[in-house]
């Protein structure tokens, strides 16, 4: 099992699709505005800049690609978060249509980690977000976020509700908080098998 940080770059961001270079396989960091996509992505690299964040959603305007060390073309990909009402409603449809151009028409995008605020979560956009996702086969890893701000009294009831709106096992859920370093090590060992790095 992988421990210890994960030696990710910024490789380089873009506004459009068609920018991207080719690569040989990415995973995909999809979530609501402010469920912590980018918070998780520095926790596991134990940077504290290499994704900007920021406590007011819409941090995350572009496509932002980070590569493994020494591995070229292997990537882990910051995407903008969905659902931020403040954000215009005409940028909101950008950045919609930005997100799904890129999970659909990337054939080397290979799987999505999918962030459920574990406090509050799955809202009905999570949920509207998992369907679509099916809908084009692309297969989701779902990670609880945040489970810091979880009472440990409610912790149980609360892995039961989720999972079971989410309609999978608690077993296949990862559980984290990036503020804690809760289920870092196991969400990494995720990582490296799915980029296809633990060769
Ligand atoms: N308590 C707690 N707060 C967290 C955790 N992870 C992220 N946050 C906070 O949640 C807020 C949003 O985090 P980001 O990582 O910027 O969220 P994002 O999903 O990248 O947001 P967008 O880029 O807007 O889509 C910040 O204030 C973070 O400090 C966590 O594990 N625990
Ligand atoms: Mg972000």
Redesign the pocket.
């Known amino acids: 099992m992988a421990s210890g940080p994960l030696p990710f770059e910024f490789l380089q961001s873009a506004s459009k699709v068609s920018d991207l270079p080719e690569s040989e396989i990415e995973l995909a960091v999809v ?10 992505l520095n926790a596991i690299a134990n940077r504290k800049n290499l ?1 900007r ?3 007011t ?4 305007r572009l496509i932002n690609v980070f590569e493994f060390e020494k591995r070229p073309g292997h990537w882990l990909v ?1 995407l ?2 969905y659902g ?1 009402a403040k954000v215009p409603e005409h940028e909101r449809a950008r950045w919609q249509r930005m997100i799904e151009e890129y999970l659909t028409s990337r054939e080397t995008v290979t799987n999505a980690l999918v ?1 459920i605020d574990g406090e509050v979560g799955p809202t009905k956009l999570d949920l509207q977000t998992v369907e679509w996702l099916e809908h084009i086969q692309l297969p989701a890893v779902f990670v609880a ?5 979880v009472k440990p009294s409610k912790s149980k009831a609360r892995r039961t509700e989720l999972a079971e709106k989410l309609g999978v096992a608690k077993g296949e859920i990862l559980w ?5 370093g809760t289920g870092l090590d196991e969400l990494r060992a995720a990582i490296m098998k799915l980029l296809e790095l633990d060769d």
Request: zero cysteines; proline letters at 6%.
């Open positions: 979530g609501r505005s402010n469920v912590g996509k980018s918070s998780l994704a964040t920021s406590k959603p819409g941090a995350t910051d903008p978060g931020y962030l976020t945040k489970m810091d701000k984290v908080s990036a503020a804690k």
